[in-house]
């Protein structure tokens, strides 16, 4: 089944405030680049962020986090053994856990990396069309961290990537899919300068490990987020002169939406 | 002694100028998550930040700041060594070091280390009321990096940790609470959106190691950073829409106190 | 010869121009406390930045990429590792690359890591006065990150550089000087305040790298990025309250500058 999801449907608004309610901790182990804007990003919406990346304390933090987020931006010798035991500690205990396959494709030996970490059956796998292609096998990845495939192209890829591992897919682009394998959820919306801010989907993907962290079904949950996301992406367009402003404005209105501007 | 200190005390004016005047090079091994905030907000009252953090240079470095902060926000095996040498270092030159323990209490692994630093008497040591209960032993931690106690609830623990280890203790909250064990000073004000934008907290103990660089007593230098801080927080919250706003002013508004927006 | 640049040039206008159509992939290992903002500028100016910073994938990344950054502001052993190989790999793949040489000769490490990578012949060498006087050895080093010196004070040193390695070497201050040895360009312009934003320096030498990607002579390409950075950091201070507004407007400018605000 296709089906469309945009802000303000009822399934959204009540994903959002059953996060910003209970601001659920979300680990995020990520990388320098985005660090920070992920943690604010996630304020924004109420969740309670915290990024430990060591071998040591990664597993035992993931397994009482209500979400967690592994994203292969950076990745480290340290990071990586980090990311291996919060993928193991969030499976062990139950804990959703979302993997942002960054690059996958573009580099053969984070490809090798993020095929081994689905051993630990990560709950949704955010990428965009190039990365999803790679790690499905289907793609040559794309140019660096940016996608050179629409989003539409890598639906095939998504769905069986999807079946095999019975994780949710999630395709960010100009539009956005969301696949558990059978059902697909496209969210419209955005605005182009989502991809001129560094690190907008690797909050999306910390965004949905929010979500998912407060009992939604995963593929609601990612689309959820996708729709919130997309929603405040395309209002803090308005008026704004360039991507400095448009940054600030997104956090600002992810607070609009969540209700948290003043908390 | 209890006494309540805020902007615009005289004694927290003379400390700022004395900072923005003195520039004092502020040595920080910090997290991937506020590094850039913490720089941000060093430059805005004028101090002159730089983040060093390998075990190679951290000693050295310390012995040559004008004073020192180890955040344990994203451990690592490398950046352990570091802070260890930066305190160890600092400690030996007789430089101010202070020491911002996130998270401790909520993960064994650095509360193990955060006592281990200690041997390394840090000027002040600055946290939640969460992390200074744990590390005195006398709470469970909080969650994850948020407290889930008031700054009153760690006061006797904030004491008996100053006597202890000869520091000061500063516990952060809705009201701010500095003690050398004996005197403490209150600082109110400041704004909930300050827990909204991460790395206020973390900023807040880097401006303390600005303060302690130029020569004034820990206690005020300690108090007097957080009133700053505090008077910054409360001006910034005015009419911002949300968080991404809120953290542009946050420093805009320390600029404006410190007198460098035309430097 | 000496010759002044500045915005609208039309060879910075070209340059810029050729920037933003061909979207160069810039492969940055940079320093924790200015990634995001690195990112962002390249995002601003219509590169496709991408930060990898181990050794196993530096190497390969900085063949395919079009221009590579190695900055050393937070050394590790295992960015260390990352640097040689992206250098070598770059050098190696006839790939131009920068190096920014932070807080060289104030600290001895870095000091004897930044002149082991010269043999791998950087396109462009980047610092402030401070740092390019100690790497040609005629210095003693700034204040951590900042520097001691007027770039003119640099002129002969950063010369004598050029002519050894056969490098451009870029000193930055209140004039920015670029030479190959022979010809010395000037560009004046720029604010003060961009010595109050964390990053903007580091930004500068990631510009370079995709100035130099689009086939600019490696002296035209650094001398482009440093007049186009002057005139967004000179229109940015018109009004700006204080640092956080002026890092904002920053990269507000450079987007209206490259014509990417409306991407």
Known sequence: MHRELSW?????????????????LVHCITNIVVAGFTANTLLAIGASPAMVENAQEAGPFAAVAGGVLVNLGTLSEERERAMVAAAAGAHAAGRPWVLDPVAVGALEHRTVFAKGLLVHQPTVIRGNASEILALAGAGAGGKGVDSTAASHDALLAARSLATEYGAVIAVSGETDLIT?????????????LMTRVTGVGCALGAMMAAFCAVDAPPLAAAAAASAVL????????????????YAVRLLDELCALAGTSGA
């Open 180 to 192: 558990d394998g059978t059902d697909v959820v496209e969210v419209p919306g955005g605005h182009p």
């Open 230 to 245: 997309a929603a405040a992406g395309s209002r803090s367009a308005v008026g704004s002169p360039g991507t400095g402003t």
């Open 8 to 24: 303000p449907d009822p399934m959204v608004l009540g994903a959002l405030t059953a996060v910003s309610d209970a601001a659920p």
